[in-house]
Structure formats: structure tokens, C-alpha cells
């Protein structure tokens, strides 16, 4: 068994011991942000990071009302612009596992320098991001070994979505939260149960809104492992010009879990279909089968791990080890 | 000619009577904004507008020292979030040639439900979009035929530009600004007069900073065009893990004129070249040359050109008819 799928399997555990270790360190990171009053957020991360991010863009955007800006870390590496924001309630979040990103610690910096609170989720404690911000919340999955993250990703969506569900104060939500081990635990089983798995020359995965994050971590995940061309799209952006490259050599995987994105998805499903491309669908009742009753704002947290499966299979196909992907390195330090 | 090319070698003419007939609106925009204090920038776009978009973000960024959140136009159009800024001083543009996707729209009416300013950029001062938004600003470069955009987008940047040099109140800017039909003109007599163009499975395109924007621009139109897999990526955000399904078939399109930016797309450009791609430059004295003198913070406005011709270029070798994509309109109703 590569570690890579090790990871994979690990995540229900990984993220049960999340929830429990972190729960106190979120729900004073909650008490703090709720006692600035309602800002705005910017957040800065690279490659699987920034999807988290998107998936926050979301969540608090539509769990909360605030605006989230994904913030170009190169403004402050290459111009030292300062954009940050920077009146009360404002708040800069920073996202990677490593916290080694110097670009992002960067922006961090920038939002100390204007007075603005800082936030760092990462797996690593003692790293520049985490000193770099006033406030961290450890990942806490154990080290990730697999240059792919996998246990990281989904660590932070979960870390995002309990500290929306202390911050909204809510029974339910935290309910809701508290089941997503078990959620990922059954999601990962009919995963990797799943067959049918075809090589592909290029893969399009389609989601929108909450699951936009769903689907460019999919692409990435498959691109590093497998080595094909593999594009995140959400269904309206694609409409916009980017379809007239998916044709019969496309496998388009569409992220349709229940919820206001799905019929969106659906839609752009028929229009690859139109252009002959092949499809798997990650929803519930799927080819790629998700569990049921989950709410859509939780639904990345599960609907990404199909895709995870998907990506080390399709590695497999195109004979590429998925713990040695090739020229890549796990810690990225971009400046 | 087709229509495309026609518009592309309209350019320059286009630039030149937008930036006169649109001066005094593009001032009285500057005074209204100034007058409400620096607050956060939201804009909502798709397709190239969403590109004009990234411009801004670094466009404000740094020459105002402005945050710019780029909007998730589907946290309206799904969700009714109201996750728009709306505070003393924060402004919500939208962008877009038609003013006609609803989701856009859905962004700008959110803002006005909360109180912000809100401004549209569109080359229809009668379109949805325009009687969404307190001020308009027409594009007014003449009716784009063609369903790829051109015009309009080298339009929306020179608004924005000539937008921040009055906000700048700064002479020199706008001496640069008034420049730019005659810096494009330079830049499309160069683009069409270049030759060597090949035919490529797969295309990267890879800039950083403020030409990120002219990077996923260029990306857009050889894809819409040509029907190739071709995608825009930021040199930083390539290393995180993308680069791993660049190889023999890539055509990588370096976008490194001048300034900040260079050394890292020019780092990007050995890494995939490493990987066996080959490489095509737009920059000064460059195979696809552009016009010396430019600031780095115009330098998108020309830059885009020669990959519009290649584009152009691409889509005649592949046998495609410029002015009628498969299967794409001129205006996209994204809801």
C-alpha cells in the first residue's frame, strides 16, 4: 500500500483527532474574532491550501454574510503593496500545511505591519507562518508524508467549518460537524469499493459554489499523481469559453452532491455529453457514491475523497508512483 | 479577414476613442470615489471580464494600496447570501462587455441592498448590468462581433488604468494612459508580422503579478479559438504541483515583459522546459515582441495582443473558423 493511499484511509481517524484536540484552540479562536465585530477576510495560500480557501470563501460567505477576498500573495513579494485590509473586524487568514510558503507568510506580515488580526491554519506549529500570525490552529493529522495532501486538506475544511459552527453558536451545525469522521469514514469505504476507473487524456472536474474547491482539488490531485491534463471549472465559468476544449478524449468528472449547486452541474454534464465527453458523477446514488443527509456545506469535506481515489487510480493506469510524483516536492517555496 | 482579426488591428483606434469620449465620466467616477474614503474593492465578472478582474486586483493593489476581493458572483445567484462589502468607503464593481449575465447582475444588486457603491464597467450603457450599478462607465470601443473578446477587454483595462491614474492624480500616469493606443498599435503590427507559430497539443500559459491576468486572457482565447487544452497559470502557483502534466506537448507562452514579474516566469520557463515543453516569449525583443518603454503596470494592455494573434494563428491551423467557435455564444447567461 503506497502512503499515499495510507493517507487517504487515515483521514477519519486524522480528523476525529482534529475535532478533539483543536476544539478548545477553535473555540477560542471563535470568542476572539466574534469580539472584533463582523470585517472583512482576506485569505493567502498556495495550491491545495488555496482551495481550502475557496471552500472558505463559501462558507463564510454563506454561513456568515462576510466577504472573502483570496488574497495575490505576489502583491506583497513582488511590490510590497501592503493591500491588505485593515480597519476593525478585518481579519487575514493564512492557509499551508508546511507554513513554509514565504509568499504567504508575506501577507501575513503585511497584516501585522497594518494592524490587522492574523490567523494561520497549518500542520506545523513551530513553522514562519504560524509565527508569523497572532493566532494558530495546528492541524494536528500527524505528519503527511504523500507530496499529494490529502489529510491536510481535509483537516482544514474541517478546522473552517467547526470554527463557522462556534462562531454561528449552533447546536446543529456543531452536530453536523462532529459526524464528519464517520461521514469520511463511509465515504472513503464505497471509494475505494468503486470500479470502473478508465485512463483519460484530459479531465475537466465540475463543480460550483461550496464544491468549486471540490473540483480543483480533484484536478490538482489527478495532475500530480497521474501526470494527465486536469482542470478544476466551476459549471458557470466553464459555459464561458473553457468548454470548447472538453471534446470525446474528456472525462469530466462532475461534483453533484444534493444542494443549490447541483442542478448547475447537471446542466454543464449535458453540455460535455454534447461534445462527446465521458462522465463520473461524485454524488449521492453515484457511480462515485457519496453518504447521504450530508448538508452542502459540509459536503466537500466527503465529496473530495472519491476524487483523492480517483486521482491514485488513474496514477496507476498511467503506470506513475503516487508517493514519487515526478519533479515535484512537498514543500513549494514561492516567493 | 475575419471579423476577429479585424477587431484585434481595430484595437488601437478602439483605445484611443474610449480614452477620449470617456474621460470626463472616467474623472467624475475617480471624484465620487475619492470623496468616500479608501475602503475594499469587490468585483464581479466572468470570462475575460473575470480576467480584466485579476488586472484590477493587482492594479489596485498596488498602485492604491487597495484590497480587492474578486466575488464568487454564485454566493448571490445560489445562496442570497449578501456576502458583499458594506462599509463607509467599499465600492462593488462589476464587469462585463454584454452587462447581461444575471449572476453578475445578482452581485452589484446585492450591494445595493447593503448600501455600497456600486459601479459598472460594460460596453452596454442599456444592458442589466448598467441600470444595476450608480455609475456607469461605457466601454464604447463599438460592437464586438466576434464571440471571442478582444476589444472589449484591452478596453476594460485601459478604463481601470486611466481609472487609477485620476484616483493617483498623478500626471506622469496619465501621460503613460494616453499613450496606450499607440503602444498597441506597435504591439499588433509586431504580433502580425511574427511568424513560427506551431501547432501544439497543450497550452500553458504562465505569467505573474499583473500579467497573472494576461496569462488566463490568453489561455481563454486560444482555447475558445482552437479548441487546444489551454490553461493560465501563475508561475508561483505552477510549481505547486501543476507543472506535473507539463511535458514534450506543451507550447508554454512565457508572458515577461519588464518589471518585478520576470525573474520568476522566466524561473517557470527553465523548470518546463526541464520537463521537455517548448517555449514561446512575449516580452521585449522577445519572439513575440513588444513595444519597449512600457510601465509593468500597462504592460497587460499590450501584452495580451500577441497572444491574441497567436490565438488567431492557432485556430488556423487547426481548421477552425475564427469568428464561429464550436459550440460558444457571445453572451453567456450564467445564472
Known amino acids: 500500500v503506497s502512503r499515499l493511499e495510507h493517507e487517504i484511509r487515515e483521514q477519519p481517524e486524522a480528523l476525529a483527532r482534529l475535532l478533539a484536540d483543536e476544539r478548545g484552540q477553535i473555540a477560542a479562536l471563535a470568542r476572539a474574532l466574534a469580539g472584533r465585530g463582523a470585517g472583512s477576510v482576506m485569505i493567502a495560500a498556495r495550491g491545495s491550501s488555496d482551495n481550502a480557501a475557496r471552500y472558505a470563501q463559501y462558507l463564510l460567505g454563506e454561513r456568515l454574510g462576510l466577504p472573502v477576498a483570496l488574497a495575490a500573495p505576489s502583491l506583497e513579494s513582488l511590490h510590497g503593496a501592503g493591500a491588505v485590509p485593515g480597519r476593525a473586524g478585518d481579519v487575514v487568514l493564512g492557509i499551508s500545511q508546511s507554513g513554509r510558503s514565504p509568499d504567504v507568510v508575506g501577507v501575513l506580515d503585511a497584516a501585522r505591519a497594518a494592524g490587522t488580526a492574523t490567523v494561520a491554519i497549518t500542520n506545523d506549529a513551530g513553522s514562519p507562518l504560524a509565527r508569523a500570525a497572532e493566532l494558530v490552529v495546528e492541524l ?14 481535509t483537516g482544514s475544511l474541517a ?3 467547526a470554527l463557522v459552527a462556534e462562531l454561528r453558536d449552533d447546536d446543529a451545525d456543531r452536530a453536523a460537524v462532529r459526524r464528519l469522521p464517520a461521514v469520511v469514514a463511509e465515504a472513503v469505504d464505497a471509494a475505494f469499493a468503486a470500479g470502473g476507473f478508465a485512463a483519460a487524456a484530459h479531465v475537466v472536474a465540475v463543480g460550483r459554489g461550496y464544491n468549486l474547491a471540490t473540483a480543483m482539488e480533484i484536478a490538482l490531485k489527478v ?9 478544476g471549472f466551476s459549471s458557470a465559468d466553464l459555459m464561458h469559453g473553457p468548454i470548447a476544449a472538453v471534446g470525446p478524449e474528456t472525462l469530466a468528472v462532475l461534483v453533484a452532491p444534493p444542494g443549490a449547486a447541483r442542478p448547475s452541474v447537471l446542466e454543464a454534464a449535458d453540455a460535455v455529453r ?7 458523477e461524485i454524488g449521492e446514488g453515484a457511480e462515485l457514491p457519496l453518504p447521504p443527509g450530508v448538508p452542502e456545506w ?8 472519491p ?10 493506469l498511467a503506470g506513475r508512483d503516487a508517493d514519487a510524483p515526478a ?9
Chains 1, 2 share one sequence.
Open 140 to 153: 494536528g493529522v500527524g505528519e503527511e508524508r504523500s507530496v499529494a495532501a490529502t489529510k491536510t486538506y
Open 159 to 161: 478546522v473552517l467549518a
Open 223 to 231: 495532475r500530480e499523481l497521474s501526470g494527465i491534463v486536469a482542470e
Open 274 to 280: 454534447d461534445r462527446g465527453a465521458s462522465t463520473l
Open 298 to 305: 459540509l459536503s466537500p469535506v466527503a465529496a473530495v475523497v
Open 307 to 316: 476524487g483523492q481515489v480517483l486521482a491514485l487510480r488513474l496514477a496507476a
Open 327 to 335: 519533479g515535484l516536492s512537498k514543500v513549494t517555496e514561492t516567493r
